[in-house]
């Protein structure tokens, strides 16, 4: 995972030289749907937990053509605790992604934009959680509108986190929704 972690900032820094916008911000995840798939021996079943409001900072470097932004970004979803009825466990993920904004051109001081954002997030578990389980990561994807009010960004996201744990023959699959509003400043 540190070799990982030294990748994705190294990756971060190389876009960084080749752009000319950056964004950071920090946005409240609602509280969401966490859905655990859970097969063993071509038997599987499905559940659904409840997963609390978390905090997620993160930050954007793009590039502009125009209307559109493109580039990568990489957030942080803090550990927040899943409603298991038998522990009180924590997760988070960490999401590296490429992104795109487009923005609709108008003749006020605000602009309207869409954003989608595809890629990888590393999955955080505390033993609590995982127990002895390995976890890794999974796709990552989210789409949402935002605000852009001179460097002022607000925006709405929807997103949706995949990851998986390993243990003794088990296989459990994760899926987590959440729905994020957040603010950022844009250079």
Known sequence: MKTQLIF???VLFSVFL??????????????????VKTSYLGHSSTHDYDVSMGVSPYIEIMAQD???????????QAPR?????????????????????VQI??????????????GYN?????????????????IYWGFGAGLVIDKFVG???????????????YKWTITNTQI???AGIRF
């Open 105 to 118: 051109p108008l003749e006020t001081f605000i602009i309207p934009e869409f954003i989608g954002q595809l």
């Open 81 to 101: 605790k899943v409603d298991f009825t038998t522990s009180d466990g924590k997760m988070g993920f960490v999401p590296v992604y490429g992104l795109m904004r």
């Open 180 to 182: 994020n509003l957040s």
């Open 155 to 169: 925006q709405l996201m929807y997103k949706t986190n995949y990851g998986s744990m390993e243990q003794s023959g």
């Open 8 to 10: 994705v900032f190294f």
């Open 66 to 76: 125009d209307h559109l932004f493109y580039g990568i970004g990489v957030e942080y």
């Open 18 to 35: 080749f752009s000319n916008v950056v964004q950071i911000g920090a946005g409240l995840d609602s509280a969401g749907n966490h859905q």
């Open 122 to 138: 590393f999955l955080l578990a505390d033993d609590d959680y995982k127990g002895n389980a390995d976890v890794s990561g999974g």
